[in-house]
């Protein structure tokens, strides 16, 4: 079965490296300055002119607190008026980029990301969503993949109607830890009957998908009080879980400097935590998707990884891969054909830079031949825990055992370590390796060594 696993201490903590998380092939990190507002507009064009189907992100950067442990792009704010000006900016960067897009493209993919999206007030929710409607072309069938992150302090029942009524039809659900203590600890005090009203509501309402996601590794966390946490999950049966590792990294992200170091669980009982949650959840039937991800075996991602077309991108394991990504909105990243381009990721700039008309793009990457050859392979690795060597010679007309030769070596290795199975066919990445599959992934990754791995949070 595609999610069977085998724990093995020892490989985990002789593969336990820093590395990508492989959203996308090239990194974030590859990014650069020469690319611009042109290549976007070129790009736009050859969607255009393909017709290829879109998934919209759209990044809300407001919270009105701060969680310790957060690395995303925010602002921390009481003051809900700041949205305001954000908003015309936003509405301006949707009407520059659809007008370069055919009306024809149907959004089949569309995520609200944060932040705190629902820091917007209802009136302002309605008016960004009609806006959307105005100058893409959004689904009315409820056949799209139309989802939202809530945080349960900052959402109820008339919140919940509300995005129903809009098309949204999957939530996805910040809670990270039940217990009090760790809530104290990270300053997101949330309680069990908050997170519960929300589910309630969004079942009663009918979406289509409840995603939850925790975090292991925080402070004051012990594995039993993280068991009794993913017990009260399970109860609440979401379709989906994410059970992110914390990679405490306060040098690079200043509110983690609000977390005592010293309270942070010992790395050995972080593997315990990871190994107690991954039996807790194989029992309650959830299968491993890959990369801190499970799903209930009817949900569609475990349904398209075994039939073999899960993809993966910037929102995450999806089954629109195939469409191309718009990020609008501060920091969003876009990946169209081959390009990846990401908005100004200051706040001031990005609503400057559109107050004059001008597009926000800062930095991107356009993919080579190699890019493109590497991306596929870690693609199949991550999603399907397997490469077929021949689908990759076809698609790109190259000798697989020519061209990676000098891995070659590293992949044996990796063979008599029982992560992989190596064949003159493909690779199949084992049950003692599909916890480890980004350090599979890792060996084709041509950029890794250059860069500094501190930019990375470990594997497991």
Known sequence: MLDAIRWDTDLIRRYDLAGPRYTSYPTAVQFHSQVGTFDLLHALRESRKALRPLSLYVHVPFCANICYYCACNKVITKDRGRALPYLQRLEQEIQLIACHLDPGQKVEQLHFGGGTPTFLSHDELRQLMGHLRQHFNLLDDDSGD?????DPREADWSTMGLLRELGFNRVSIGLQDLDPAVQRAVNRLQSLEETRAVIEAARTLQFRSINIDLIYGLPKQTPDNFARTVEEVINLQPDRLSVFNYAHLPERFMPQRRINSHELPAPAEKLQMLQRTIEQLTAAGYRYIGMDHFAL???????????STLQRNFQGYTTHGHCDLIGLGVSAI????DLYCQNSSDLNQYQNLLGGAQLATSRGLVCNQDDRVRRAVIQQLICSFSLDFEAIEQQFNIDFRGYFGELWPQLQAMAEDGLIKLSNEGIEVLPAGRLLVRSVCMVFDTYLEQ?????????I
């Open 146 to 150: 139309y989802g939202i992150e809530i």
């Open 297 to 307: 075996p009817d949900d569609e991602l475990a349904i398209a990884q075994e039939e």
């Open 334 to 337: 876009s990946q169209i054909g």
């Open 451 to 459: 860069q500094n791995r501190q930019r990375f949070s470990r594997v």
